[in-house]
Antibody, heavy 125, light 106 residues
Framework: QVQLQESGPGLVKPSGTLSLTCAVS?????????WSWVRQPPGKGLEWIGE???????NYNPSLKSRVTISVDKSKNQFSLKLSSVTAADTAVYYC??????????????????WGQGTLVTVSS | DIQMTQSPSSLSASVGDRVTITCRAS??????LNWYQQKPGKAPKFLIY???SLQSGVPSRFSGSGSGTDFTLTISSLQPEDFATYYC????????FGGGTKVEIK
């Protein structure tokens, strides 16, 4: 059973950089899966931040692309998120998740099948 | 970017009711549409992929339909454990979630 666990500071100052790590257990980060970050502001909906493959290939949400860096550390079986120039609008629960591909109707469909428990990051001075 | 619009944003229903949630994409996404359930304080749980394929272990009272731009999640007979917020998500072009539909007890 794959498990994901987010860790990092729960409080970040405005204009600073938010840094989180997602530790993967029960499976290898070098498997044929992408690994993703999703966030949820308090009382609001889900927003996809970006994803990474173990090769280092990344895809980012265009609305956050200029401020986001996602990296992978295969030796530690973990991946990380950095979000720069944060404001109060970046206050959210941040989730890491595994992207899996399921086959159906002649195509592969990408889904988030395993999630971390989420970690609240507050941006405040 | 592909925008996903869910309706309604919330609804009140009773145990045993049939519930329908709609999700509309800003452009055609074929059948690249997934549904998730989220309970307070918990991570989302994956329910349906490819618009209508039920994930293993998900009760058969859940069903999905649609293709192109218009999609539906139906719960045929609402159970107490189904009160939650539901999100659609497109995987046709990177990823976008709908705004969510909160299903509350009437």
């Amino acid at each position: 059973q794959v498990q994901l666990q987010e860790s990092g500071p729960g409080l970040v100052k405005p204009s600073g950089t938010l840094s989180l790590t997602c530790a993967v257990s029960g499976g290898s980060i070098s498997s044929s899966n992408w690994w993703s970050w999703v966030r949820q502001p308090p009382g609001k909906g889900l927003e996809w931040i970006g994803e990474i493959y173990h090769s280092g290939s990344t895809n980012y949400n265009p609305s956050l692309k200029s401020r986001v860096t996602i990296s992978v550390d295969k030796s530690k079986n973990q991946f990380s998120l950095k979000l720069s120039s944060v404001t109060a609008a970046d206050t959210a629960v941040y989730y890491c998740a595994r992207v899996n591909s399921l086959y159906g109707s002649g195509s592969y469909y990408r889904i988030f099948d395993y999630w971390g428990q989420g970690t609240l990051v507050t941006v405040s001075s | 970017d592909i925008q996903m619009t869910q309706s309604p944003s919330s609804l009140s229903a009773s145990v045993g009711d049939r519930v329908t949630i709609t999700c509309r994409a800003s452009q055609s996404i074929s059948s690249y549409l997934n549904w998730y359930q989220q309970k307070p304080g918990k991570a989302p749980k994956f329910l349906i992929y490819a618009a209508s394929s039920l994930q293993s272990g998900v009760p058969s009272r859940f069903s999905g339909s649609g293709s192109g731009t218009d999609f539906t999640l139906t719960i045929s007979s609402l159970q107490p454990e189904d009160f939650a917020t539901y999100y659609c998500q497109q995987s046709y072009s990177t990823c976008t979630f709908g705004g969510g539909t909160k299903v509350e007890i009437k």
